[in-house]
Nanobody
C-alpha cells in the first residue's frame, strides 16, 4: 500500500486547510485510516481516525475544529482543518491499517504516508 499526502502549507492563525491522502496498491485490505502529527522533539500523536464505514474519532485538542472524511471509491482520506492555531503547526502523516488474510491467519500492518507540513503563523 502506498499513501500520498498533500495539502499542507502556510496559513494564518484562524485559517483553514484541507489535507488529502490517496491510497494505491493493495487497497482491498484497508480498514481504518487516519491522521497523526509530529513536531520536532515530540512523539507522533494521533489526530483523527475513520473506519471504513465512516465512524470517526478525534483527539481532544482538535474536536470541533477538524473533520476527517473518506471517499472509499477514490481510496482517499481527508482532513478538513478549521480554526487553526499556531500549536497545530506540525508535519501531518496519514496512515492506513491493512489486513492481509492468509490460511495461517491475519497479517495486520500499518502503512504511513510521507508527511505534509502545516505551518500556522500567529
Amino acid at each position: 500500500v502506498q499513501l500520498q499526502a498533500s495539502g499542507g502549507g502556510l496559513v494564518q492563525d484562524g485559517g483553514s486547510l484541507r489535507l488529502s491522502c490517496a491510497a494505491s496498491g493493495s487497497i482491498r485490505g484497508i480498514n481504518d485510516m487516519g491522521w497523526s502529527r509530529q513536531t520536532p522533539g515530540k512523539e507522533r500523536e494521533l489526530v483523527a481516525t475513520i473506519t471504513r464505514d465512516g465512524n470517526t474519532n478525534y483527539a481532544g485538542f482538535v474536536k470541533g475544529r477538524f473533520a476527517i472524511s473518506r471517499d472509499n471509491a477514490k481510496n482517499t482520506v481527508y482532513l478538513q482543518m478549521n480554526s487553526l492555531k499556531p500549536e497545530d503547526t506540525a508535519v501531518y502523516f496519514c496512515y492506513a491499517n491493512h489486513n492481509t488474510y492468509r490460511d495461517s491467519g491475519v497479517i495486520a500492518q500499518k502503512f504511513w504516508g510521507q508527511g505534509t507540513l502545516v505551518t500556522v503563523s500567529s
